[in-house]
Structure formats: C-alpha cells, structure tokens
C-alpha cells in the first residue's frame, strides 16, 4: 500500500531548484597590482638655444643635475625656459613658460641656466631652450650619470643596483676592513673654482699588498683638468694599512665659487603711485630670511623687488613681485620672506617698496 505525503513533492522540487539557482554573492574584485617600485635616475636634458629664432651655441651649457624617481612615476613633458643674455655672456630674466605642465625632479633647471654662459659681447633677447625628460633605470643608466649622480646625490643616496654598476668586478667596495693610515687630499685653494657649477673627479686605482695605491686614473669628472691631476696626485699619495684590491673608487670635489647677483636697480623707479609707505619702516617681526635651495647649492646669488601694503595691525598683504634676476625663483622666493614680517604701525601703510638681496653667507634684505 502506497502512502502520499500531500505537498511532500512540491516542497523536494522547491529545494532542489534553491541548491541549483545562482548564488547572488559578489565576488571581491582581484587586489590592483602593486606599484613599480623600482627606482630610476630622472634627468632633464637641455636642447638647442635660440634667440630671436636664431640657434646660438653656448660656451658652456650645464646640465640639470639628476634626480631619483619611481619607475611609475610619470616625469612631465618637455619644458621650456625664456632668458636673455647679458654683454658679459651671462643669462638673465629666466622664466618658465607653462608653469602647470608636471616635471618632476625639475628644481635645478633654473639654476643650471643661470651658470651656463654664452659669449661675451654679444647681447641677445628673447632666447629659448627646451629640457626634455630622460628617465633611466639604474640598470640602464649609463656608469657616467650613475657617478656623477653618487656625487651629487640631491635627492636621497644612490640605491644598491647603482653602486653595483659602477663597482662591476671590483674587490674594493669596502675600504674600511683594510684601515686607511693616510687619507691625502687636494690642494682645494690653488684650484680655481667655477661659479655656480660644483666640480668633481671620481679616481680609480687598485691597491698593492703593502699598502700603496697604484694604476691610478680618472675614471669620470666634470672635466676640470687642474681637478683631475690634483685628485690623482692625492690618491697617489693616500696609504692603507692592507692591500690586495682591485676596482677602488674615491672621489673628490671643488665647491662652486659664488655666482654674483646681477646689479641691483633703484629701487625708487618700482614706488607705486600714491604710495603711502616711508621708505623705511620699521618691523614688529623681522622677516625670516632663507635662501631658495636649488641656487644655494650652486651658490648663485640674486635679488628681488618686491610692493606691498601693510594693514593697521602690521599683516603683510597684496605683495607683488615687480622685478628679479636672474631668474623668478628669487621673485617667489622674496615674496614668502615679506609675506613672514609684521610691521610695527598701528596707521597701515599703501604702496610699500622692498628690496631683497639673496648672498651667500649673508642673506639680508636691503638695510636703511
């Protein structure tokens, strides 16, 4: 005899067709890949000059000194720079065109313009240059730029895969374990220095079982030959306690001689009209007075004009940058060291005219 479970079968038919029915869970999305993190050596590498569209060849260009970078990280597009030159050779008014455009590691474009020279006697306007962004890996890079950067390391120390390129094959990566009994070093006083460029000179040698440094050489430099032969001369002269390497590197370097500001205008022809402001006031809070780094580092001198009107309660405000040289980083930089002061009145003042004199070892406004 056959027993029937009334609605049995319909409720068997509805489980079944809950086990087979799509799950409406979400499935999380994969996790973003992670970011290169690979470090690469960024630099800006200047084209051609032209003036008045006219090419004008240089007498020495510097390049922009190199930075580090991320692999995934986008260095900008080219940039370009507008300046004039001087009757000594020597470049003014320098002002980036499309400040909005990204380039990165870009800090010492400016000032490497500033330290490049053209020929004498032949003043030209309305010039140009373009700088292009290169960026490298450190295992591409060429050894050179790898070495002038370990000198010049701007942005943070080279990483290990740049010191393994330039050590290569060598035996010499530690000089320490072998004690250094004399350490010689150039006359640094008898060698002209370079305004605004840093000279240096990586020396290559091996070192003998007793000691002594031999088949010394020039392995890369800015090319100062006075540089070069001292560097040698002082490798040449260094001594250590063991021996027995290969491949050794050492460098040394000449500090830049101070690039001096151009000549400073009165400042009387920048005075608004219906200035209100003394020519000299007094401040409640100094303005704090710091040089703009990138020029520091070249030692290239500069100056700024700077307007502005004081408020009754001695607040800094509309300042407007209305000339600098030679470039318009001193311009900005001018306008952060007012804008920092509080001036002692209690009446306000319109109109108000300051210079700002950037020297090295000196930063000063203008003093009564």
Same mark, same amino acid.
Request: charged share 20%.
């Given at each position: 005899?056959?027993?029937m479970?009334?609605?049995?079968?319909?409720?068997?038919?509805?489980?079944?067709?809950?086990l087979?029915?799509?799950?409406?869970?979400?499935?999380?999305?994969?996790p #973003?890949?992670?970011?290169?993190?690979?470090?690469?050596?960024?630099?800006?590498?200047?084209?051609?000059?032209?003036?008045?569209?006219?090419?004008?060849?240089?007498?020495?260009?510097?390049? #922009?000194?190199a930075?580090?970078?991320?692999?995934?990280?986008?260095?900008?597009?080219?940039?370009?720079?507008?300046?004039?030159?001087?009757?000594?050779?020597?470049?003014?008014?320098?002002?980036?065109?499309?400040?909005?455009?990204r380039?990165?590691?870009?800090e010492?474009?400016?000032?490497?313009?500033?330290?490049?020279?053209?020929?004498?006697?032949? #003043?030209?306007?309305?010039?140009?240059?373009?700088?292009?962004?290169?960026?490298?890996?450190?295992?591409?890079?060429?050894v050179?730029?790898?070495?002038?950067?370990?000198?010049?390391?701007i942005?943070?120390?080279?990483? !290990?895969?740049?010191?393994? !390129?330039?050590?290569?094959?060598?035996?010499?990566?530690?000089?320490?374990?072998?004690?250094?009994?004399?350490?010689?070093?150039?006359?640094?006083?008898?060698?002209?220095?370079?305004?605004?460029? !840093?000279?240096?000179?990586?020396?290559?040698?091996?070192?003998?079982?007793?000691?002594?440094t031999?088949?010394?050489?020039?392995?890369?430099?800015?090319?100062?030959?006075?540089?070069?032969?001292?560097?040698?001369d002082?490798?040449?002269?260094?001594?250590?306690?063991?021996g027995?390497?290969?491949?050794?590197?050492? =460098?040394?370097?000449?500090?830049?001689?101070?690039?001096?500001?151009?000549?400073?205008?009165?400042?009387?022809?920048?005075?608004?009209?219906?200035?209100?402001c003394?020519?000299?006031?007094?401040?409640?809070?100094q303005?704090?007075?710091r040089? =703009?780094?990138?020029?520091?580092?070249?030692?290239?001198?500069?100056?700024?004009?700077?307007?502005?009107?004081?408020? =009754?309660?001695?607040?800094?405000?509309?300042?407007?940058?209305?000339?600098?040289?030679?470039?318009?980083?001193?311009?900005?930089?001018?306008?952060?060291?007012?804008?920092?002061?509080?001036?002692a009145?209690?009446?306000?003042?319109?109109?108000?005219?300051? !210079?700002?004199?950037?020297m090295?070892?000196?930063?000063q406004?203008?003093?009564?």
């Open positions: 005899m056959a027993v479970i009334p609605g049995h079968d319909g409720m068997i038919k509805a489980l079944l067709l809950a087979v029915a799509p799950s409406t869970i979400t499935v999380p999305p994969a #973003p890949a992670p970011p290169n993190t690979e470090r690469t050596l960024l630099a800006w590498v200047p084209g051609e000059v032209r003036c008045a569209g006219t090419v004008v060849r240089p007498r020495s260009l510097e390049r #922009p000194l930075t580090l970078s991320w692999a995934s990280q986008v260095a900008g597009n080219t940039v370009t720079y507008t300046f004039a030159i001087d009757p000594s050779g020597r470049t003014m008014a320098i002002r980036r065109v499309s400040k909005e455009a380039a990165n590691g870009s010492d474009i400016a000032p490497s313009l500033a330290a490049s020279r053209f020929a004498a006697g032949q #003043p030209r306007s309305d010039c140009t240059i373009n700088y292009a962004p290169e960026q490298m890996s450190l295992n591409g890079a060429p050179a730029d790898l070495i002038a950067y370990s000198v010049n390391a942005s943070g120390p080279l990483p !290990r895969p740049g010191w393994e !390129r330039i050590n290569g094959d060598s035996n010499c990566r530690d000089e320490r374990a072998l004690g250094i009994e004399t350490r010689a070093f150039p006359d640094f006083k008898a060698i002209a220095a370079t305004p605004g460029v !840093r000279e240096w000179s990586m020396v290559g040698y091996d070192i003998e079982e007793n000691g002594a031999t088949n010394i050489a020039t392995v890369a430099g800015s090319r100062n030959a006075a540089l070069d032969a001292a560097s040698r002082a490798v040449a002269r260094t001594r250590y306690y063991k027995g390497r290969q491949g050794c590197r050492f =460098p040394y370097w000449l500090s830049p001689a101070p690039l001096p500001a151009p000549a400073l205008p009165d400042e009387q022809q920048f005075r608004p009209a219906g200035a209100t003394p020519a000299r006031h007094d401040w409640a809070v303005p704090a007075l040089f =703009p780094e990138p020029y520091r580092r070249r030692a290239i001198e500069g100056w700024a004009v700077v307007t502005y009107d004081v408020a =009754p309660w001695g607040e800094v405000s509309n300042i407007q940058v209305v000339a600098s040289e030679p470039s318009e980083d001193f311009g900005a930089q001018a306008a952060i060291v007012v804008r920092g002061g509080k001036a009145t209690n009446r306000g003042y319109v109109g108000c005219t300051e !210079r700002v004199k950037f090295m070892g000196s930063d406004r203008e003093d009564p």
